[in-house]
């Protein structure tokens, strides 16, 4: 059983930064592959980074290049830096946990994720 809290989002205008985290509590954090999503009014819920619990990473195309996901096993805590952010990167995002085996971009739709956090806001202004 893992729970999951995110902070760190907000509002910031166009082309600012922000770093989300995501405090886990229970046993074997390391051996979960973590992700992030989001879900932006209206719109479906959407895959933005995994890093996964051998350390590779993956993007969805959207924010490949401007976001940076990371973990710190020790601390139990995922990160989420965001940087260059558009109107269009607003949402509520989302951290979750997969002790799931994944390959390609299965990650992506949810799925596989059985734990996951209450979100926190984070909106763009142009």
């Known amino acids: 059983q893992v729970y999951l809290v995110e902070s760190g989002g907000g509002s910031v205008q166009s082309g600012g930064s922000l770093r989300l985290s995501c405090a886990a509590s229970?046993?074997?954090?390391?051996?979960?592959?973590m992700a992030w999503f989001r879900q932006a009014p209206g719109k479906e819920r959407e895959g933005v980074a995994i890093?996964?619990?051998?350390?590779?990473?993956d993007y969805s195309d959207d924010v490949k290049g401007r976001f940076t996901i990371s973990r710190e096993n020790a601390q139990k805590t995922l990160y989420l830096d965001m940087t260059s952010l558009r109107p269009e990167d607003t949402a509520v995002y989302y951290c979750?946990?997969?002790?799931?085996?994944?390959?390609?971009?299965?990650?992506?739709?949810?799925?596989?994720?059985?734990?996951w956090g209450q979100g926190t806001q984070v909106i763009v202004s142009s």
């Open positions: 979750a946990a997969s002790n799931w085996r994944m390959s390609g971009s299965a990650w992506s739709t949810g799925g596989a994720f059985a734990y």
């Open positions: 229970g046993d074997s954090y390391s051996s979960y592959s």
């Open positions: 890093i996964y619990s051998h350390g590779r990473v």
